[in-house]
């Protein structure tokens, strides 16, 4: 009898237990019912776990931005600041002692050149001036006793010919003296030399020298090129993409070889057509005298590309996920079971440009950028307790 006592009282406190363990599974079932299920783009952290991820929230600022565009291209100078020089009429070289980059000055003499030819010029040109002197005498004399009926109009034409013709032959014999170095005027028959000096045409560098001491040179050939380093442009080449960021009057700075001396430049001109390889070219002036720059050098450019006022953030309050940049927005304050809760919204956005810490943001349409609290620190703690199962995630 007493062991079935025993075995009576051992089933009493199973049934109880079992009905201990059934009520306390529907409670939980309960509470799983009526915990709040939050929208897939809502993150809620308490009170405590927003202090310890450092959220800090603010509003969206209007700023003036400028993006960095990093371009490359060479230096180079303008047709006015590079000269080739050559003999009109060739000839032997008689002198030359001129080397690459030597610095010459405009008017100075670069090479004693030879010809025959000269004299020829020279001696033409004193013959036809005698010849224009007697004939300008005839021409007064003719037409003042044409004018008293004393000589005929056909005499009197026949001597404005042969006056004009001296005329143009003489100004021709002029301009090639010129050419060749030689100035007319006051020139006689006790200066005729067959030797001429190359004389620079601008001050600058020789850049080089193809002429030596004997050699014959043709009227074609380049004796010598100089250039002026004084006033350097550089030509950079952008894609099209980046063609609305640039314009006249913005900076750049550029380095040359692996030189960390940086250099300054300010555009003047854009390019106004579009290459076959999607880029166009962009002129820009360099500013002061930057030794070592020379014509031809590679350069590397940074272009300060500037833009109006535009909606930005702090950059560390922009998070990228799955390629895509979004924000977060402070949505409400609320209290569960005796404690705070925040609940932060994640929004989509598109960055522009990044200067100085800020960034661009596009807003979708109907956001209110005026009055919303947007997380500007702390945002990528919340991305985490977002996606992944971290000790923030609630």
Do not use: W
């Not at 051992?10 to 529907?26: A, E, Q």
């Not at 076959?276 to 590397?300: E, Q, R, S």
């Amino acid at each position: 009898m007493k062991k079935y006592k025993i075995i009576i009282s051992f089933l009493l406190i199973l049934v109880t237990l079992l009905v201990v363990s059934c009520n306390g599974g529907k409670k939980t079932n309960t509470e799983i019912k009526e915990a709040e299920v939050l929208p897939a783009d809502v993150v809620e952290l308490r009170a405590d776990q927003v202090k310890l991820a450092n959220i800090e929230t603010g509003l969206i600022q209007m700023r003036s931005l400028s993006g960095n565009l990093k371009v490359n291209g060479s230096v180079s100078v303008s047709p006015d600041n590079l000269a080739t020089v050559c003999m009109p009429f060739g000839g032997f070289v008689k002198s030359a002692n001129l080397i690459p980059g030597r610095a010459v000055t405009k008017g100075q003499t670069l090479a004693i050149i030879e010809n025959q030819e000269f004299v020829d010029i020279q001696q033409n040109f004193l013959e036809a001036k005698s010849k224009l002197e007697y004939a300008e005498a005839e021409y007064k004399r003719h037409t003042e006793l044409y004018k008293e009926d004393v000589y005929s109009q056909k005499n009197l034409q026949q001597v404005t010919a042969e006056y004009n013709s001296l005329k143009a032959q003489v100004h021709g014999l002029e301009q090639k003296l010129i050419m060749i170095g030689i100035n007319p005027a006051g020139f006689t028959e006790d200066n005729i030399t067959s030797s001429v000096a190359v004389i620079s045409p601008i001050s600058g560098y020789v850049k080089s020298v193809n002429v030596n001491i004997g050699k014959y040179v043709a009227p074609t050939d380049v004796l010598f090129e100089i250039v002026n380093i004084d006033k350097l442009y550089l030509e950079l080449n952008l894609f099209e993409k980046d063609a609305d960021k640039v314009s006249a009057g913005q900076k750049i700075h550029f380095f040359i070889n692996n030189e960390t001396e940086q250099h300054e430049a300010v555009i003047y001109q854009t390019g106004r057509s579009v290459n076959a390889d999607k880029t166009y070219k962009v002129y820009a002036t360099v500013a002061g005298n930057c030794k070592n720059v020379i014509p031809g050098m590679y350069v590397n450019a940074i272009i300060e590309a500037s833009t109006d006022s535009v909606t930005a953030l702090p950059a560390e309050a922009i998070v990228s996920f799955d390629d895509k940049d979004y924000i977060f927005v402070f949505d409400k304050n609320k209290m569960e079971k005796g404690n705070q809760f925040s609940e932060y919204r994640m929004v989509e956005v598109h960055k522009g440009i990044t200067d100085g810490g800020y960034t661009e943001i596009i807003l979708p349409g109907g956001f209110d950028a005026k009055s919303s609290r947007i997380v500007i620190k702390g945002a990528y703690n919340l991305l985490s307790a977002m996606k992944n199962s971290g000790a923030m995630a609630c």
